[in-house]
């Protein structure tokens, strides 16, 4: 008689084999876990999201039949089965989201209502219709790659995106309208392929597994893993949670009937052996209706340099992991290999699944010498443009360090750092703009000016963008480097005009800043390091942004060591790294080993070295 099982993805399993009393056991142990971990939330708090989504759905639907009334006003059917229809993506749709998670949301609609219909009436309508103070924090950003509007609804995060389906003009009844039909593709431009993705994709992951209670779990563990050793982001250049879902549902397709606890520990075993660049795929790739670009690096070149190609499941099929550079990779690849060496532990009876969920030493052991990319806006408003543009394209000086012989791993940290200061003088924002942090504040931004009235609602506009450099590292222990990047956005290219931007006083007030950690890892005899080359083209790159205002924004990159790092960097119980010829004192305040020994000079004014070693000088140079 045939074998009647489903073969699941592109190749036979590895093994069919049913869960042992011990791996059901460990999969029990590893659920304990991670609720002791916090990382899933009360049913109350998922009623309360179920909740937002009804009413998310409700306003759609009005939103619908309001253009529908506006466009045909004597179409009594039409307007009367006017529907949109609400879809989720990411962690929520995924079933993986825990406290504190944002839920990506999908609003769909009729081919004769446009992204304008949705952005000229959604956040208005948000505010209409939903509870006094319910929403908050409301930002319409309409130029970005993939518009969105982003708000809180009763304290949970939402990022809500727009997608017509031009090929229907009255949509089923609610339930009923399935995305992963590549027909619905038809007659859509970029952007709404785009927004159309997420969902796609997700839906076919969640097809594409076995049993999606498994995959669940072992994509919680593998999320709160990644997320604690600081491997999670796609825009700095890690996988972000897309990417380590297609990895760990690969491995359950390839063990259609093994617990959690057995995912997991093959994922490691699995991954870290993956012989890149073969991609991890979950199906086969699949024609489509539409006449665009899917990855091939038979075909296109491009695709030929990705380096480790996690290819999106729903057509048409991208990579995901094009972000990904050879110094995360390395990263990726260790992390991995520990996770390996934990979990085979774990099984042995030897560890506990707590050691696997251990956090990163990124800022306590892991690295002597940091770049400190610090992006500084004089508002609020400015700032969320240019630190989010900063943040963006923190890859590109990655990948440009990479390229220095002297350089073995250029780190970015997964995350940036926010900080507000508080300042009187000239003098002090430049302190401040160079990475003091002696004038920081806890202040909140209650005297942050308002931003414009539109449709009546108070929307606070963003305007995507894409960042600037400068350093140099030379014989000596290190200076700074200081990289000012100046750039004005064109009014004509934007629906936000420079003027609504609130502009704060150059001096005597609030400043913002985002600190985004570089670690590196120097070469096997490196005795000097020059980085002003690489520098130098990231701040050229930076001042090609039309985007850019010298008035609200300044960029520098500055030479931080270890001993060096902020006291916020650090959670409570880490050790900072002291100087050399420090240690502890009894009451934690490190002392002197040897008192007669020079005290230690303030960074930026380090004296030569006794014996050559790598340092790192950086001079100031202002963005002309």
């Not at 970015?412 to 401040?432: A, L, M």
């Not at 985004?516 to 083209?537: I, W």
């Not at 009451?587 to 014996?611: D, F, Q, T």
Request: hydrophobic share 35%.
């Amino acid at each position: 008689m045939a074998n009647s099982e489903p073969t699941w993805g592109i190749t036979p399993p590895i093994s069919s084999a049913l869960p042992t009393p011990a791996e059901t056991k460990s999969t029990h142990l590893l659920l304990e876990e991670l609720r002791l971990q916090n990382t899933f939330e009360s049913s109350a708090e998922t009623k309360k999201r179920e909740r937002v989504l009804v009413d998310l759905q409700r306003i759609a639907d009005e939103f619908v039949k309001r253009v529908a009334k506006e466009k045909e006003p004597q179409n009594e059917v039409l307007i009367r089965d006017a529907r949109g229809e609400v879809f989720t993506y990411g962690s929520y749709c995924l079933g993986v989201y825990g406290p504190g998670s944002d839920i990506d949301t999908l609003v769909t609609a009729p081919r004769y209502v446009t992204r304008d219909d949705y952005f000229q009436h959604f956040p208005s309508m948000l505010q209409e219709m939903c509870p006094e103070g319910a929403v908050t924090d409301l930002t319409a950003v309409e130029d970005a790659f993939v518009p969105i509007i982003k708000f809180e609804y009763w304290g949970i995060s939402i990022d809500l995106i727009f997608s017509r389906i031009a090929t229907l003009k009255q949509f089923p009844p609610h339930g009923q309208l399935n995305l992963t039909n590549n027909e619905y593709l038809r007659g859509l431009d970029d952007r709404e392929l785009r927004s159309l993705n997420g969902t796609r994709v997700t839906k076919e992951i969640l097809n594409l597994v076995p049993e999606q209670s498994t995959f669940r779990l072992a994509l919680r563990a593998i999320k709160l893993w990644a997320q604690r050793r600081a491997i999670y982001a796609n825009i700095i250049g890690f996988p972000g949670g897309v990417v380590w879902a297609m990895m760990v549902a690969r491995v359950c397709q390839l063990y259609p009937k093994a617990a959690s606890a057995t995912i997991v520990s093959k994922f490691f075993q699995i991954m870290k052996v993956w012989q890149w660049p073969i991609p991890v795929q979950l199906k086969a790739m699949e024609e489509g209706p539409l006449n665009v670009r899917v990855w091939n690096p038979r075909i296109y070149k491009a695709d030929s340099y990705h380096l480790m190609p996690v290819i999106t499941p729903a057509y048409p099929q991208m990579c995901a992991t094009f972000n990904i550079t050879h110094s995360t990779m390395a990263i990726i690849q260790r992390e991995l290999e520990r996770g390996a060496d934990l979990t085979d532990k774990i099984r042995a009876g030897k560890l506990a699944w707590k050691d696997l969920f251990v956090k990163h030493t990124f800022f306590t052991t892991d690295h002597k010498y940091y770049l400190a990319v610090v992006a500084t806006s004089t508002s609020k408003e400015a700032h969320k443009i240019w630190s989010g543009f900063v943040e963006s394209k923190v890859r590109v000086l990655v990948g440009n360090l990479e390229q220095v012989h002297s350089v073995a791993i250029a780190r970015p940290f997964n995350k940036g750092y926010e900080r507000r200061h508080r300042v009187k003088n000239d003098k002090e924002t430049q302190e401040v703009q160079n990475g003091s942090l002696t004038y920081l504040t806890q202040d909140n931004d209650e005297d942050e000016p308002k931003v414009k009235q539109q449709n009546g609602v108070q929307v606070k506009i963003e305007i995507k963008a894409e960042p600037d450099p400068e350093a140099k590292i030379v014989n000596g222990e290190a200076s700074s480097l200081d990289v000012k990047s100046d750039v004005k956005p064109d009014p004509e290219d934007q629906k936000v005009k420079i003027e609504d931007v609130p502009v704060a006083p150059s001096a005597g007030t609030k400043i913002y800043t985002t600190t985004h950690y570089v670690g590196l890892e120097l070469a096997e005899g490196a005795k000097s390091l020059d980085l002003s080359y690489q520098v130098n083209a990231f701040k050229a790159m930076c001042s090609q942004w039309d985007k850019y205002d010298a008035g609200l924004n300044y960029l520098s990159i500055q030479h931080v060591k270890n001993t060096s790092l902020p006291d916020d960097v650090f959670e409570p119980g880490e050790a900072k790294p002291l100087r050399p010829g420090k240690r502890p004192a009894a009451n934690g305040i490190p002392s002197a080993v040897n008192p007669r020994k020079r005290p230690a000079p303030s960074e930026g004014n380090l004296p030569p070295a006794k014996r050559p070693h790598p340092s790192l000088q950086t001079p100031t140079a202002a963005a002309g």
